[in-house]
């Protein structure tokens, strides 16, 4: 199993700065994509940004040229780091990793969601 931990959010104010973390622990072989989610309230979860394990990099557009996730594969940890923060960023956001498994010569893939974390942009 992996646990994943996300750490960051909090209140900000409008056009501040926050940074997310995700990261994960337990018995893996290798983390593919990881992504950030976020859900705000009556809206459905949305796909924020995403990173491929070679870097490749894809963003909402909501969010393009003021977030910019990045890794560290050493550490199994991934980062969403928010700049020029809007009221409409406000929202619970959660990491999701897709995790190679390896069992003598099998391999699968699991997915796994963080707990979440509130990000709230007011003044």
């Known amino acids: 199993q992996v646990q994943l931990v996300e750490s960051g959010g909090g209140l900000v104010q409008p056009g501040g700065s926050q940074r997310l973390s995700c990261a994960a622990s337990?018995?893996?072989?290798?983390?593919?994509?990881m992504a950030w989610y976020r859900q705000a309230p009556g809206k459905q979860r949305e796909l924020v940004a995403r990173?491929?394990?070679?870097?490749?990099?894809y963003y909402a557009d909501s969010v393009k040229g003021r977030f910019t996730i990045s890794r560290d594969n050493a550490k199994n940890t991934v980062y969403l780091q928010m700049n020029n923060l809007k009221p409409e960023d406000t929202a619970v956001y959660s990491c999701?990793?897709?995790?190679?498994?390896?069992?003598?010569?099998?391999?699968?893939?699991?997915?796994?969601w963080g707990q979440g974390t509130q990000v709230t942009v007011s003044s």
């Open positions: 999701n990793l897709d995790v190679t498994h390896r069992i003598g010569t099998n391999y699968y893939i699991n997915v796994y």
């Open positions: 337990g018995r893996l072989f290798s983390i593919n994509a």
């Open positions: 990173i491929t394990v070679a870097g490749e990099t």
